[in-house]
């Protein structure tokens, strides 16, 4: 059922702003049959409402009975008895507030996998699918002066119109798995405000207005350290531009990750960032970053917590240190695999300096002919984009992770190319082939979606799922119909920490190393490539990993284990990128 909702497209800045933020204890029920969802009828009230009955009406839920969970969490790894369970959950918070009537009232989700439904003080403000964006409400009237119930149903099942669809290979974390937030901006708010370094040198800076009275109305631009002050006023859209002309600009970059602060403000608001400028661009087969040919060298990452337990919540210092570990091989790149990860990631790659290939969930099989699936990836790439388009950090938007070549998906993915380049062509447009041609001991790229992108990317799993041996990797070659980068977004083996042998037994320690020397051999004679993200940082939680002695629900593609213990391949990637990434700054001097 689709709910009328004031769903908003979420005002950026977040981060900036002054919220209220309801982490913390929310209450929770499961609700296997989805009975909450069900309107009114007698007997029973939707869970929505959550006010005490009336008289001797049978109500068989009550919130104040329920258990508590952690917001923001997943179910699964928080309650024991929700591992596996993929279903719908209810979700319960009350606070106070006292609403400033001057001002609009914004209720913002930075996440929560999968669908949901969201209820205000029983009335419901609307749906939002998709597990990885951020959403939010126009609460104005809506919120009251004193205690306040939102109630959210989350249901993770998997289903064969979504993306991802049926099958993935993550762990499926159900909940409201980032934070939520309520917050005030004036009758007439800054929504949007963009800042991107242009070929020219300079700055390219739109504002966009939303509320009551978006139109000409004037804003200021100040970044202080670049001598910018300037005001502009906006349109009959509530849209102003303007190309800034920056003295002494320090570009942004992995070893000089230079970040100015921005404030944009108006009479009565005024929001203060921290944003980095650099140019991203192609020439035939190379990348270049302001101007200057780079090599991506990193590695892929799921967004799961170090150590035993994984996990979805991300806090600061969980994104940290998967960072940071990302940082400790030398890299000066990172493929946030696969779907958006939360805001706090982008944002701690803008300051440690790591370039982003961020990507959208659409993983595989999907249904390509479904107009549901193409709406809502229509709408995840472009959640995406309003979210990160301030991230110096992120150079590349993913569209996809091997896909069929099949007809329908390709217009599928061309309708989702020409999107993300007409909302953002400030960045590069990429995805991970699938199915390449092998003729003899030579894989040659020819899908035809490799047309449509600025850089193509493969996976390769040589040694590991076809019948070769780590060393008859040595004789593979890759080919390719484009002359564009070319990045390997994956390779790798499965390698259960604390287990050695011959390079030639499966899960070992010595079987994964010897598959990266070797992949990495075949990365050196491979003349167009651009970028490597080995599959993967750290070994993740995977349902389809059934092996009960190497793998136990864990892929183990991981060179560190879940407790962060480097495995052999741990050296041989460091080294090899270490030594990629010093001899490309050596030659820029
Ligand atoms: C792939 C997928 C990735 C899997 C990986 C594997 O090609 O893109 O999501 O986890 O292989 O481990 O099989």
């Not at 499961?30 to 008289?55: N, S, T, W, Y």
């Not at 996440?111 to 990885?132: D, I, M, P, Q, S």
């Not at 799993?461 to 994956?490: C, D, H, L």
Request: hydrophobic share 35%; proline share 5%; aromatic share 12%.
């Amino acid at each position: 059922m689709i709910m009328e909702g004031p769903l908003q497209k979420a005002p950026v800045g977040l981060y900036s702003r002054t919220t209220l933020d309801l982490s913390g204890e929310w209450q929770y029920i499961v609700d296997p049959m989805q009975e909450g969802l069900h309107l009114p009828r007698k007997g029973i009230r939707h869970f929505a409402d959550d006010a005490r009955p009336k008289g001797n009406r049978l109500i068989e839920y009550d919130f104040n009975y329920a258990n508590n969970i952690q917001v923001p969490s997943d179910w699964n790894t928080q309650v024991e008895k929700l591992f596996w369970y993929e279903g719908l959950v209810w979700y319960r918070r009350t606070f106070e507030y006292e609403p400033n009537n001057q001002k609009k009232q914004i209720l913002y989700f930075e996440g929560a996998n999968y669908w949901k439904r969201v209820y205000l003080n029983r009335t419901a403000l609307g749906e939002h699918e998709g597990g990885f964006t951020p959403f939010s409400f126009d609460v104005t009237d809506k919120l009251k002066s004193g205690r306040n119930s939102i109630v959210v149903a989350v249901d993770n099942t998997r289903r064969s119109h979504q993306i991802p669809a049926l099958k993935f290979d993550w762990f499926n974390y159900g909940g409201i798995t980032r934070p939520v937030h309520v917050f005030e901006v004036p009758k007439t708010y800054v929504s949007d405000y963009e800042l991107s370094l242009q070929k020219n040198g300079k700055i390219l800076a739109t504002i966009q207005l939303a509320g009551d009275k978006p139109k000409n109305q004037s804003v200021d631009i100040t970044i202080s350290e670049l001598n910018i002050q300037t005001s502009l006023v906006t349109n009959d859209e509530g849209k102003a531009s303007i190309e800034l002309t920056p003295q002494d600009l320090q570009y942004w970059s992995p070893q000089s990750p230079k970040l100015y602060n921005v404030t944009i403000a108006k009479n009565n608001e005024q929001i203060t960032e921290r944003i980095g400028f650099r140019y991203i661009e192609t020439r035939g087969p190379d990348i270049l970053l302001n101007g200057e040919p780079v090599f991506l060298a990193g590695i892929s990452v799921h967004e799961e917590a170090i150590g035993a337990i994984g996990g979805r919540a991300m806090t600061w210092a969980e994104a940290r240190a998967l960072l940071m570990e990302v940082k400790a091989l030398g890299a000066n790149y990172v493929r946030l695999a696969h779907y958006p990860h939360s805001e706090m990631m982008t944002r701690l790659a803008d300051e440690i300096g790591l370039l982003v290939w961020s990507e959208v969930p659409l993983w595989q099989s999907l249904d390509f002919d479904d107009p549901r699936t193409l709406q809502t990836a229509r709408n995840m790439i472009l959640e995406s984009i309003d979210r990160d388009f301030n991230r110096a950090s992120v150079i590349i938007w993913s569209v996809a992770n091997e896909t069929p070549q099949t007809e329908s998906r390709l217009s599928f993915l061309r309708n989702l190319i020409d999107l993300t380049r007409a909302r953002d062509p400030s960045r590069l447009v990429s995805s991970a082939l699938d199915k390449n041609k092998k003729v003899g001991n030579t894989i040659h790229v020819e899908d035809p979606l490799g047309e449509f992108l600025d850089v193509y990317a493969v996976n390769t799993y040589e040694g590991w799922y076809g019948p070769r041996t780590p060393s008859q990797i040595a004789e593979v070659n890759w080919s390719s119909r484009y002359n564009k980068p070319m990045i390997f977004s994956e390779f790798g083996a499965g390698a259960l920490k604390g287990h050695f042998g011959d390079a030639d037994q499966r899960w070992t320690e010595d079987c994964q190393r010897a598959i990266y020397q070797q992949t990495l051999m075949l990365v050196d004679r491979t003349p167009t490539t651009r970028g490597i993200s080995p599959w993967i940082l750290k070994d993740f939680r995977s349902p389809r990993r059934y092996h009960g002695l190497y793998q136990d629900y864990w892929n183990r593609k991981g060179i560190i284990n879940e407790y962060g213990q480097p495995k052999l391949a741990y050296e041989v990637l460091k080294k090899w990128i270490t030594n990629k990434v010093e001899s490309q700054q050596s030659k820029a001097k």
